[in-house]
């Protein structure tokens, strides 16, 4: 399998297949792709497996695209917000990704639950309680959403980030969720009520502009033209 990123902040991953290869899809991530690749759709490891993707943002279902006709084909999946893709190597290590980042992978990458094990972590952070893990052995490719920033922790290393600004880590990091210190600061410093807080070792995939904060503007601006 070959692989291109392109279109700037409005990507597009196109992969060049062989005969026999596939990729696996979030359902409706075509854009275009040759007529030689041959669509199944399919729940990867039955009803459980299916459930698991719900619950952490994905579709039920997913889609293999296979190589057929004994020549290369190629198919293109576009990202469904501005932003950045992110392709991983996931023999390197398992990737903790915020729900919805899925875009593609091969088919031995397996995309499962991740609970965060601390309730705070889950109810207060940005990331919410259920995360994704990208698990196996193949290349995998995620969505997030503006400019990415990738910053690598030292063991017992911090960053603290802003609620929602964490889009992936590695599976060696941990999370955690504390409380901004000071009344003030808390109700009147615009930034929340509480931070994310990662410890290393591994890297840290920082998004510019998660949705969330496009659909904070967006209403802010709506109430203020009603207004």
Known sequence: MKYEIVGDNLPVLKVKLANGESIITEGGGMSWMTPNLKM??????????????????EKMFQNRYTCVDGVEGEIAIA????GSILAFDIEDGDIIAQK?????????????VQFQKK?????????GFIMQRLSGHGKAFIEIDGHCEIINL????KIVISTGNLAAMDGT???????????KN???????VFNTVVT?????????MPISGIADVIMANTTIKND
């Open 100 to 112: 919805s980042a899925f875009l593609a992978c091969e088919e031995g990458v397996d995309l499962s």
């Open 154 to 157: 030292n063991p017992g290393e």
């Open 186 to 192: 808390m109700f009147l410093g615009g930034e929340g």
């Open 173 to 183: 990091c941990d999370m955690e969720i504390k409380s901004v210190e000071g009344f």
């Open 119 to 127: 309730l705070s972590t889950g109810f207060f952070g940005g990331e």
């Open 40 to 57: 199944e759709t399919t729940s990867r490891g039955g009803v459980g497996k299916a459930l698991g993707r719900f619950f952490s943002g």
């Open 200 to 208: 290393g070792p591994g890297k840290v995939y920082l998004q510019g």
């Open 79 to 82: 990202s469904s917000f501005p």
